[in-house]
C-alpha cells in the first residue's frame, strides 16, 4: 500500500515538475522593415511597391506619392476554429523618404484579430513571432507551418518584403530589421 502511494506521489510530482519547466524560444516583435535604395526617386519607389502588394493580392487604401505613404486595405491571411472564432488580417503601411540621395522604404505589418461572432471585437497589434529550436517552436499551435496564424502572418510579411527588395535592387543581406526579442516560454505562448 506504501508502495502505490510513493509511486503515484512521485508521478504526480514529476508531472508537476514537467508542466512547470520552460521550453526556450525568442518572441521576435516586428515594428518595421526598411529598405534602402540610392539614385531611385519616391514617384519609381511607390510604383514598384505598389506593384509588389497588389501581386500579394493587397488592396491599395491610400497613396501619396508627395506624402511618401502608401497603405493597404486589410488583408485576411488565418482563421482559427476556436469557440469564438477568429479571423485575421494583415494591413502593411509604408513610408517613402529620401535623405541624402538615398530612398528608404519603411514596411510596417499592423495585424488585426477579429472574433467572427462579434465583428466590433477586434485587436490590432504588432506582427509577432517565435524563433528557435524546432521542436521548441512545434509546441506553439500559432508557430505550426500550415496552419499557425502566427507563421502565417510571418511568411506574408516576409514575402512583402522581399518582394519588394527585388524590385528595388536591394539584397536581402541590405533589409534593415526594426525588431525586438525577448526570451519567452513556448508553454505561454499562443
Known sequence: MRKTTLFALIGIFSLVLASC???????????????????????????KLIGVLVDRGFDVKMSNVDSGIVTTEYKKFASL??????????????????????????????LKEQNRMNL????????????????????????????????????????????SAQALGVSADEIIQNVSKTPANARDAN
Do not use: C, H
Open 120 to 163: 466590433a471585437a477586434f485587436t490590432e497589434q504588432e506582427l509577432g513571432y517565435y524563433t528557435g529550436e524546432s521542436s521548441n517552436i512545434q509546441e506553439i499551435d500559432s508557430m505550426r507551418p500550415e496552419t499557425g496564424w502566427r507563421t502565417l502572418g510571418q511568411v506574408l510579411f516576409m514575402n512583402v518584403v522581399t518582394e
Open 81 to 110: 476554429d476556436t469557440k469564438p472564432p477568429f479571423d485575421y488580417y494583415m494591413q502593411i503601411r509604408a513610408k517613402v523618404k529620401v535623405a541624402n540621395g538615398v530612398t528608404a522604404i519603411q514596411l510596417t505589418p499592423v
Open 21 to 47: 519547466s520552460s521550453i526556450p524560444v525568442t518572441r521576435v516583435s516586428v515594428q518595421s522593415f526598411e529598405l534602402q535604395k540610392p539614385g531611385i526617386t519616391p514617384t519609381a519607389a511607390v510604383t
